[in-house]
């Protein structure tokens, strides 16, 4: 089984640029999250897809981050514009998300490197 | 909201040892916990998880513990080996309609030879 692809590994941009991450699930999975990593922390979730609809967007800077699911499968993250703080990991994870099963596994990707200069 | 809190924050063992982390939890609803490592340049992989109506779990040298009463949870790594050095974290999910993952702060174990 083919694990969460992700896309770029590594990105360097200056500060009030424009970025965009790329995700792919693993397949059948209806569930997608993205989560920031800031270093020597924990990964915080920004916001949780289920199938092409947002489930939970609470913590997403949505002056600057904004991100979508059009087909129910692959997620892009966009950051407009960039700040300083932004420097971290952007991680997709997938799950199955079938409400009836309870809580099921989240699978991760390797995740994208974000450093703003 | 819920929060997760993960101790040690670096626990150094030598190869062999056994490797304790714990986490407590704040949110009295949480009902599954995982486990994820993460190496260098590395997403977190799922490493081992345990649900609320069960107390402890095992798969080959690594066993979680769950204390609902008390609101923590405990990974527990035996015969350490030096490739189990990575950053464990330990989580909590709440349900909010839809499953939502609290992470702790990590661990940094380091296994020398």
């Known amino acids: 089984e083919a694990g969460v692809a992700q896309s770029p590994r590594y990105k360097i941009i200056e500060k009030r640029q424009s970025v965009a991450f790329w995700c792919n699930p693993i397949s059948g999975h209806a569930t997608l999250y993205w989560y920031q990593q800031i270093l020597g922390q924990g990964p915080k979730l920004l916001i949780q897809?289920?199938?092409?609809?947002?489930?939970?967007d609470s913590q997403l800077p949505k002056d600057r981050f904004s991100a979508e699911r059009l087909k129910g499968v692959d997620s892009t993250l966009k950051i407009q514009p960039a700040k300083l703080e932004d420097s971290a990991v952007y991680l997709c994870?997938?799950?199955?998300?079938?409400?009836?099963?309870?809580?099921?596994?989240?699978?991760f990707g390797d995740g994208t490197r974000l450093s703003i200069l | 909201g819920e929060n997760v809190e993960q101790h040690p924050s670096t626990l150094s063992v030598q190869e062999g040892d056994s490797a304790v982390i714990k986490c407590t939890y704040s949110?009295?609803?949480?009902?599954?916990f995982p486990w994820y490592k993460q190496e260098l340049g590395k997403g977190p992989q799922l490493i081992i998880d345990i649900r609320s109506n069960v107390g402890e779990k095992k798969d080959q040298r690594i066993a979680v513990t769950l204390n609902k009463t008390a609101k923590h949870f405990s990974l527990h790594i035996t015969e350490t080996q030096p490739e189990d050095s990575a950053v464990y974290f330990c989580?909590?999910?709440?349900?909010?309609?839809?499953?939502?993952?609290?992470f702790g702060t990590g661990t940094r174990l380091l296994v020398s030879p």
């Open positions: 989580a909590a999910s709440i349900r909010t309609g839809f499953q939502k993952l609290v």
């Open positions: 949110d009295s609803a949480s009902n599954y």
């Open positions: 994870a997938s799950s199955l998300g079938r409400p009836w099963d309870g809580n099921q596994p989240q699978h």
């Open positions: 897809f289920q199938n092409n609809g947002v489930v939970d």
